[in-house]
């Protein structure tokens, strides 16, 4: 495992913080995949996977990946450079 990402989310009447993990190519294999978003940096995408990911995306999410071949990331990099892709995985229910 790689780095880890931190940010504060305010939920309901309090504020939590959100942990996730780098993972490897490897480690992916263990992992569920939620879904990658493309933005301007790592909390951009957390942001759009809770705006469009699955209804439960902060509760399962635990993993990220970087994805530079990811669908639509050269395009927005045309206007937003610089710009990543993120995939975001979970632990695999058992």
Same mark, same amino acid.
Do not use: P, T
């Given at each position: 495992m790689g %780095? /880890?990402?931190e940010m504060s989310i305010i939920r309901g009447n309090g504020i939590e913080k959100l942990v996730l993990? #780098?993972? =490897?190519e490897k480690e992916k294999s263990d992992k569920k995949f939620i879904g990658c978003? *493309? &933005?301007l940096d790592i909390g951009h995408? *957390? @942001?759009l996977g809770v705006r469009r990911g699955p #209804? %439960?995306?902060l509760d399962d999410v /635990? @993993?990220?990946s970087f994805n530079e071949k990811a669908d &639509?990331? %050269?395009d927005f990099r045309v206007t937003q450079p &610089? =710009?990543?892709a993120v995939e975001f995985y979970m632990d695999k229910p058992s």
């Open positions: %780095n /880890k990402f993990q #780098e993972i =490897s978003a *493309v &933005g995408c *957390v @942001y #209804e %439960n995306f /635990k @993993y990220y &639509g990331l %050269n &610089g =710009s990543i």
